[in-house]
């Protein structure tokens, strides 16, 4: 199947970072985020033959529900990390904005007289977010009491301003998350009404720096950045997605075993150093001169007063406290390993 349509990357602002970055923590940030895949699933085994593609236990799972599991390669790397989703009549699946075409060639390459059919559909749907404290009671204003009260990954139909919408409750973090799916026709009508409708309640429109600095502090990993096929799903702390009694899925002996034999040789960690530069991704983690991770994501926390990011650092160094250095511009730069998320 062809996913080569291209979808228009969200702004980097609307207004300051600062006001951006307060409304996402004190408020709620509406965020346009049509550039996440949507991949539709149907057909009697579909649930089935992903349970069998991917790390958790997904065959239980009823309308209106949903779970995070990791696709795997058969080295036990991360392909992707989808957000699956049960509807009456399909499933839903949201993938990294760049793993559209891989998600869709895997799920195809594993079929054969399966009954699956897989089909992109972000071309033809809109996706927005609502992030932060004020979420659940703005969504309720909006959606209804129902969707304010999904519980983490549940999903349901709703009319928000007269257009039929699909919500989803996906935390960002700690931060209470609904995002709203509806047709590409409807988008512009959508993202007016919802930035309408929440002003009154504090919220307004965020940018993708805006959102990078709150994800990079609350820990949430990236497709592309923390989320490849250079690392394994124990490496990048998604152990909560992993089940461990279901049966046989792509990749599942070499994830048993890192398990079993405690043999994950590095981790996703926080770091922090005492300035505001942004150290490139893939600058070198070094302890004694020798290297011991690379960073992954960083940005200037305006809260916090220092640069933090992500990264992964070898077992021996990644527990928090751990003292590391980078080479910046020809200077060497202490970073300390933290704890996420960022406090």
Same mark, same amino acid.
């Given at each position: 199947?062809?996913?080569?349509?291209?979808?228009?990357?969200?702004? $980097?602002?609307?207004?300051?970072?600062?006001?951006?970055?307060? %409304?996402?923590?004190?408020?709620?940030?509406? %965020?346009?985020?049509?550039?996440?895949?949507?991949?539709?699933?149907?057909?009697?085994?579909?649930?089935?033959? #992903?349970?069998?593609?991917?790390?958790?236990?997904? $065959?239980?799972?009823?309308?209106?529900?949903?779970?995070?599991?990791?696709?795997?390669?058969?080295?036990?790397?991360?392909?992707?990390?989808?957000?699956?989703?049960?509807?009456?009549?399909?499933?839903?699946?949201?993938?990294?904005?760049?793993?559209?075409?891989?998600?869709?060639?895997?799920?195809?390459?594993?079929?054969?007289?399966?009954?699956?059919?897989?089909?992109?559909?972000?071309?033809?749907?809109?996706?927005?977010?609502?992030?932060?404290?004020?979420?659940?009671?703005?969504?309720?204003?909006?959606?209804?009491?129902? @969707?304010?009260?999904?519980?983490?990954?549940?999903?349901? %139909?709703?009319?928000?301003?007269?257009?039929?919408?699909?919500?989803?409750?996906?935390?960002?973090? $700690?931060?209470?998350?609904?995002?709203?799916?509806?047709?590409?026709?409807?988008?512009?009508?959508?993202?007016?009404?919802?930035?309408?409708?929440?002003?009154?309640?504090?919220?307004?429109?965020?940018?993708?720096? @805006?959102?990078?600095?709150?994800?990079?502090?609350?820990?949430?990993?990236?497709?592309?950045?923390?989320?490849?096929?250079?690392?394994?799903? #124990?490496? %990048?702390?998604?152990?909560?997605?992993?089940?461990?009694?279901?049966?046989?899925?792509?990749?599942?002996?070499?994830?048993?075993?890192?398990?079993?034999?405690?043999?994950?040789?590095?981790?996703?960690?926080?770091?922090?150093?005492?300035?505001?530069?942004?150290?490139?991704?893939?600058?070198?983690?070094?302890?004694?001169?020798?290297?011991?991770?690379?960073?992954?994501?960083?940005?200037?926390?305006?809260?916090?007063?220092?640069?933090?990011? #992500?990264?992964?650092?070898?077992?021996?160094?990644?527990?928090?406290?751990?003292?590391?250095?980078?080479?910046?511009?020809?200077?060497?730069?202490?970073?300390?390993?933290?704890?996420?998320?960022?406090?």
């Amino acid at each position: 199947m062809s996913t080569s349509t291209h979808v228009e990357a969200p702004p $980097e602002r609307y207004a300051t970072h600062g006001e951006e970055y307060d %409304a996402l923590t004190r408020a709620a940030g509406l %965020a346009q985020r049509s550039h996440l895949g949507r991949i539709e699933l149907t057909g009697e085994d579909a649930l089935d033959l #992903l349970n069998r593609l991917s790390t958790n236990k997904l $065959e239980d799972l009823t309308p209106g529900e949903g779970m995070y599991s990791v696709l795997t390669s058969a080295k036990g790397r991360i392909v992707d990390l989808l957000l699956v989703l049960m509807l009456e009549d399909r499933l839903l699946l949201v993938v990294g904005p760049d793993a559209r075409e891989r998600v869709a060639e895997w799920i195809d390459f594993y079929t054969f007289v399966e009954d699956v059919t897989a089909r992109d559909v972000t071309p033809d749907t809109a996706m927005f977010s609502l992030i932060g404290p004020s979420a659940a009671g703005i969504v309720e204003e909006i959606a209804g009491e129902g @969707a304010a009260a999904l519980p983490l990954y549940g999903v349901c %139909a709703a009319n928000v301003g007269g257009l039929s919408v699909t919500v989803i409750r996906d935390d960002f973090g $700690e931060l209470p998350g609904f995002n709203f799916i509806a047709p590409a026709s409807d988008g512009e009508r959508m993202w007016r009404y919802l930035v309408e409708r929440s002003a009154g309640d504090g919220a307004r429109p965020v940018g993708s720096l @805006a959102l990078e600095s709150v994800r990079v502090e609350q820990g949430v990993p990236a497709p592309g950045r923390e989320l490849s096929e250079d690392y394994n799903p #124990l490496e %990048a702390g998604l152990l909560k997605h992993i089940s461990f009694s279901k049966g046989c899925y792509i990749g599942q002996e070499v994830i048993a075993r890192l398990d079993t034999y405690k043999k994950v040789s590095k981790y996703l960690v926080g770091l922090s150093w005492d300035s505001l530069e942004m150290p490139p991704v893939g600058a070198s983690l070094n302890v004694d001169g020798k290297r011991s991770g690379v960073v992954t994501s960083s940005v200037g926390s305006e809260r916090l007063g220092r640069g933090i990011g #992500l990264g992964y650092v070898r077992k021996a160094h990644a527990g928090p406290g751990s003292n590391l250095t980078l080479e910046q511009g020809g200077r060497e730069i202490k970073v300390r390993v933290e704890a996420l998320p960022f406090r």
